[in-house]
């Protein structure tokens, strides 16, 4: 069958939604004239991360099945669909592999928090997936190039003792096949049934390799081949470098000081993945005062070679795109003001030219090939236009459209997102992104909701953001500021101000008012709202900045620093398996030796300077930032007549997981923001784009 034919089957495919709520049946936009629900901009896509396996026969891709994540595998050939669940109950897939043309690996979580393992699945009976580990908190780190049925695998904690150790990296069969899906947390577990799933995960179990040491594992790293090649450990807060070296641990050369935090936070060097050559990784070096360019370092020498890629005014932040067979990188996607792609070979460099002028006014990101790479699956995407999903074919010369992610989605009714410059008081020159509601014009000001992403160590960036689209449909202007600490401005600052939360509020503050300053927002009608560590700027900011806003919204938010070092104490002294106590000692330092300082940063306790309402929201389970942040700010808040409202969710986790408490949260807020900044409606747009 031709390919033209068999995509534009499945670029037909329906997902079919839950059966109890009927706004998820529809996969076409809102007759004209009709307001955008809510659900319409929170609503899972219906299909992301497909996938070609390396002879191009068999698509994978994660699907939506209401709020329930599955995986689908597509013959191309025969047009047969399968699908995989998590399982009964709350569970679902959150990501896959393939290991080779007929066998994928998938992992499985509950409760959208808890990581229950990592099953394995063949073609042809994808829905009968076997369980290879399960409640080891399991995490996979490659699929060797050579051995590609034996993947590593992380087993970062033994759920079936006491002490939650950490067991180190794995090599897995996936050729024993059997054992049986068993949550050893759930309730009616006996004995019988743990020690069935524990030796099950033995027998799958290969080999297993020596943990790093001294400190805390915080991540490995493969070489090109996903041989496993690098480890980082957490020693008291400092980062260690490990390289293996005749199957044991040894120091890298590069001084432990030298390079920052290994994760999720901000790096003195920042590594991004393998090279080419033994020892050698791609990375950004240390802070010099300059912007950053991603360039080899060989990890066992220390030594710095060529830049692949170099900014003028950015340190580099983004990903790698590996040539399918040698894996060497053969391309860079960059993301910062605008989303870019560098190819580094003549033959993706024009296939990229060839795709932009296919997708005209949209970025253009190929997500990967067959290994023959004349078949490609591509990413396109806009501010207004959600991610659509296409192939194309170059032996045919052919393409078309896989699928729409979010179909319900007209983007002739979305609102375009600008880049907004703004000076921080210090002088640098800093990126927010600005989304105006319909009719917003200097002579009809509009309220403004400021949301600083959370983090902090992360960046907003331009494309398809729901949660602006959805205030910009009821009135709202959205500013998104990037501040010190989001990545791509490291250069800027000392590395102090990495760590600086004050300096952070300031940034926001400095957009704000940057925002105020064209002229096109009512000054009496602002209002900031966050989640994680957005939602503590956002306290912070009604806190220190009174007069400022209107209203503020957090979403798990932590008030106070020195309470959260002292709960990632506890989790430390009862399972020495948390890098974060020693993390935040080492960089924020000990509460009990700088009071003063911890006193600045918790919001928590100046509420008596808080002069508008607040809305708070938090999870029960959330394992980031513990709900006591949130309860002891509503004590608080009610302790000092500070008008408040409020949506705790005991069965949630940070942030709200669940579709259906997504969507009452931001009805909440809905509500709660019209009755204090008073939006005027915009018109409800143009008739939906013909499908």
């Avoid at 699908?83 to 992992?107: E, M, P, Q």
């Amino acid at each position: 069958m031709r390919l033209s034919v068999c995509f534009s089957i499945l670029a037909a495919l329906a997902v079919p939604a839950a059966a109890d709520d009927p706004n998820l049946t529809r996969d076409t936009p809102v007759a004209a004239g009709e307001q955008i629900p809510l659900v319409d901009f929170f609503r899972p896509p219906v299909l992301q991360s497909p996938a070609l396996n390396q002879a191009g026969t068999h698509i994978a891709a994660i699907v939506s099945e209401g709020d329930t994540h599955l995986l689908m595998v597509y013959n191309v050939k025969t047009q047969a669909k399968e699908f995989a669940s998590g399982g009964a109950g709350d569970k679902d897939i959150d990501s896959f592999s393939w290991l080779n043309d007929t066998k994928v690996v998938y992992d499985v979580s509950m409760r959208k928090l808890w990581n229950l393992g990592i099953f394995a699945a063949d073609v042809g009976s994808i829905s009968a997936g076997y369980p290879l580990v399960q409640n080891y908190g399991s995490l996979l780190i490659s699929v060797p190039l050579h051995d590609r049925l034996h993947p590593l695998v992380w087993n970062t904690v033994d759920s079936f003792h006491g002490d939650n150790k950490d067991l180190g990296v794995s090599v897995l069969n996936t050729a024993n096949l059997g054992g049986e899906a068993v949550n050893i947390l759930a309730a009616g577990v006996d004995q019988v049934q743990r020690d069935q799933a524990r030796d099950s995960n033995v027998r799958h179990m290969d080999s297993t390799f020596p943990i790093p040491k001294p400190g805390i594992t915080t991540g490995y790293l493969t070489d090109k081949e996903g041989k496993l090649e690098f480890a980082f450990t957490s020693d008291g807060g400092r980062p260690l470098m490990f390289r293996l070296e005749g199957g044991q641990w040894v120091r890298c050369t590069i001084d432990a000081e030298q390079p920052g935090n290994v994760g999720a936070n901000p790096m003195r060097i920042v590594i991004y993945g393998a090279g080419p050559e033994p020892g050698q990784v791609l990375a950004v070096g240390p802070l010099n005062g300059k912007p950053r360019p991603l360039q080899f370092l060989n990890l066992a020498t220390g030594q710095w070679g060529d830049a692949l890629e170099t900014e003028k005014t950015y340190d580099f932040n983004g990903s790698l795109y590996l040539d399918p067979v040698s894996h060497d990188p053969i391309g860079v996607f960059t993301n910062h003001e605008y989303p870019r792609v560098i190819w580094f070979t003549d033959i993706y460099s024009n296939l990229q030219k060839l795709l932009n002028g296919m997708f005209k006014g949209q970025f253009v990101q190929i997500l990967g090939s067959n290994d023959a790479q004349n078949l490609f699956l591509v990413a396109t995407y806009s501010d207004k236009q959600p991610v659509l999903y296409s192939w194309v074919d170059l032996e045919k010369h052919t393409a078309g459209l896989f699928k729409k992610s979010m179909p319900w989605i007209d983007p002739e009714r979305m609102r375009p997102e600008q880049v907004m410059k703004y000076k921080t008081r210090d002088g640098r020159l800093l990126d927010a992104y600005l989304t105006l509601p319909a009719g917003a014009t200097k002579e009809h000001p509009v309220p403004l909701v400021v949301i600083p992403h959370g983090g902090p160590w992360v960046r907003d960036s331009w494309g398809f953001d729901g949660e602006a689209q959805f205030l910009a449909s009821r009135g709202y202007a959205v500013l998104k500021p990037n501040y010190r600490g989001s990545p791509g401005y490291d250069w800027m600052f000392p590395e102090d101000d990495l760590w600086d939360f004050l300096k952070m509020h300031y940034d926001v503050t400095d957009a704000t008012k940057a925002a105020l300053a064209l002229g096109m927002f009512d000054p009496k009608r602002v209002a900031i709202m966050g989640g994680s560590f957005g939602g503590y700027l956002a306290l912070q900011g009604v806190v220190l900045d009174p007069d400022l806003y209107r209203c503020a919204v957090t979403i798990a938010g932590v008030f106070d620093w020195a309470k959260l070092i002292a709960d990632k104490k506890w989790d430390y002294e009862h399972s020495q398996s948390d890098p974060e106590f020693n993390l935040l000692m080492y960089r924020l330092g000990d509460p009990e030796k700088n009071p003063e300082k911890f006193d600045k940063i918790a919001p928590v306790r100046h509420v008596d300077q808080i002069r508008v309402p607040v809305f708070v929201n938090h999870g029960g389970y959330d394992p980031i930032a513990d709900i006591t942040q949130s309860t002891r700010l509503i004590s608080e808040l009610d302790k000092h007549n500070v008008p408040y409202e409020k949506l705790i969710v005991t069965e949630e986790t940070h942030g709200m997981a669940h579709l259906s408490n997504q969507v009452d949260l931001y009805s909440r807020i809905e509500a709660f923001l019209g009755k204090y900044l008073n939006p005027t409606p915009p018109p409800l747009g143009p008739a939906p784009a013909a499908h």
